[in-house]
T-cell receptor, first 114, second 111 residues
Framework: ETGVTQSPTHLIKTRGQQVTLRCSSQ?????VSWYQQALGQGPQFIFQ???????GRGNFPPRFSGLQFPNYSSELNVNALELDDSALYLC?????????????FGPGTRLLVL | SQQGEEDPQALSIQEGENATMNCSYK?????LQWYRQNSGRGLVHLIL?????REKHSGRLRVTLDTSKKSSSLLITASRAADTASYFC???????????FGQGTELSVKP
């Protein structure tokens, strides 16, 4: 167990709806990264939050947005859901500037868009 | 593409045999990491190798890195049925702090 938790574990939405996914980082970690993993693919980097600000972003449209809170937990929001947004969403926590750039992953939220 | 490319895509072996997975990449790297994923669940960090290192060991795992060939390999010795999982290499980029993953190798270890 990494100490990173995500909620909910599963979610079903319909096209056009909005969704919020949540992540609690491991104790002592100040950075949260979000990844999208489509079936049979490797995870793709969505964005990273450090000290409540977006620190880097992958090739995802603006309808993917996020927040980080003072306790370092984070939310991923996706607006105007599309069928292709169906995937496993993973968050990972880490310590920026730490000796090792290891990211510790949560169990993921599986989103199905119908 | 910046992502690592893994080979083979799938590997099936008997318990006790060794499993070797390879990863190639295209750009210079800060470090390269290997992760394991069981049945579409969260990823588990296995090992990190820095660009100035050539080989690292962790238990039954051995990772090599050849920066001149832009490639890495993960060797699992004396495999067990519990090693059945998908294995991903991931390249760490300091800018944006992101990991770029390959498509993974699906390893099946038969008892």
């Amino acid at each position: 167990e990494t100490g990173v938790t995500q909620s909910p574990t599963h979610l079903i939405k319909t096209r056009g709806q909005q969704v919020t996914l949540r992540c609690s980082s491991q104790s002592g970690h100040n950075t949260v990264s979000w990844y999208q993993q489509a079936l049979g693919q490797g995870p793709q980097f969505i964005f990273q939050y450090y000290r409540e600000e977006e620190n880097g972003r992958g090739n995802f449209p603006p309808r993917f947005s996020g927040l980080q809170f003072p306790n370092y937990s984070s939310e991923l929001n996706v607006n105007a859901l599309e069928l292709d947004d169906s995937a496993l969403y993973l968050c990972a926590s880490s310590t920026k500037g730490g000796l090792h750039e290891t990211q510790y992953f949560g169990p993921g939220t599986r989103l199905l868009v119908l | 593409s910046q992502q690592g490319e893994e080979d083979p895509q799938a590997l099936s072996i008997q318990e006790g045999e060794n499993a070797t997975m390879n990863c190639s990449y295209k750009t210079s790297i800060n470090n390269l990491q290997w992760y394991r994923q069981n049945s579409g669940r969260g990823l588990v960090h296995l090992i990190l190798i820095r660009s100035n290192e050539r080989e690292k060991h962790s238990g039954r795992l051995r990772v090599t890195l050849d920066t001149s060939k832009k490639s890495s390999s993960l060797l699992i010795t004396a495999s067990r049925a519990a090693d059945t999982a998908s294995y991903f290499c991931a390249i760490f980029y300091n800018q944006g702090g992101k990991l770029i993953f390959g498509q993974g190798t699906e390893l099946s270890v038969k008892p």
